[in-house]
């Protein structure tokens, strides 16, 4: 059974069901329709990845290239923004998923960060990621003055509007100079070894806690980063019976394509 005390954290009590690239089980990863049935399937953040164009606008998409999940092809960095409107990001979704395939996913277009600021204002959380952090200098700068015309930075409720997320830690420790307010996660690659008790103090002097792969880690793991005072959201979890496992040993919260799966594993606690 699972220790309801696990169910209660220090500093952010509820355990998070952050809706990864959107509810991306169902809908193509990154659009605002994703994002909709993220938060309609009661995820508690939006999983964004960001990169930016050319032009300097910061969009949401997990590689640097368009080509998986658009019908365009090249770097986003070498795009303006007009370019990159004008890239069907639902085609490809219909054609890999036919079970899931919608109509109104055809010729969908990737959104500013902007735009889903826009869209979901305060209404929702959002918990974001500065990808390749080194191809796009300015990127965080960029980041927090946009959290901060929607008043999404500051002093944070519970749970806080936004947690901010990388694998750079040079990523999050700028960002933690800029604003040392806003919760971060270190996320750890698939690769990464357990960390060692040194490595784990270094961690927390900027961020709140770690995001590994949900294949490293184990309970032993999960306790000892807790013991240091460190959150843990494990990423990608997309089954029941992972999501009771996770749970059973004692994470924060968990990244999953399927929020309505995890929303009603917790329901069930
Ligand atoms: O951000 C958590 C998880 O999404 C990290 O992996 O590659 O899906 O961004 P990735
Ligand atoms: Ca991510």
Known sequence: ??????????????????????????????????????????????????????DGHLITMHDERVDRT???????????????????????????????????????????????????????????ETKSPTVYPGMEEKLLKLLE??????????PSYVILQSFSTESLKKIHVLNEHIPLIQLLPDSSPEMTDLQLASIKKYSIGVGPSFKRIDQKYIEKVRERGLQIHPYTINTREDMKKALKWGVNGIFTNHPDLFHEVLKNV
């Open 149 to 158: 015309k929607y008043n999404l930075t500051g002093v944070n409720g519970q």
């Open 1 to 54: 059974s699972i220790n309801p005390t696990n169910l209660l954290t220090s500093s952010y009590e509820k355990i998070v069901n952050v809706a990864h690239r959107g509810a991306s089980a169902y809908a193509p990863e990154h659009t605002l329709i994703s994002y909709q049935m993220g938060e309609k399937m009661n995820g508690n953040y939006i999983e964004i990845d960001l990169q930016m164009t050319s």
């Open 70 to 128: 658009t019908n365009g092809t090249g770097l986003v960095k070498n795009m303006t923004l007009k370019e990159i409107k004008q890239l069907d990001a639902g085609s490809w979704f219909n054609e890999k998923y036919p079970h899931y395939a919608k109509n109104e996913y055809e010729h969908i277009q990737v959104p500013t960060l902007e735009e889903v600021f826009k869209e979901f204002g305060q209404d929702a959380n959002y918990y974001i």
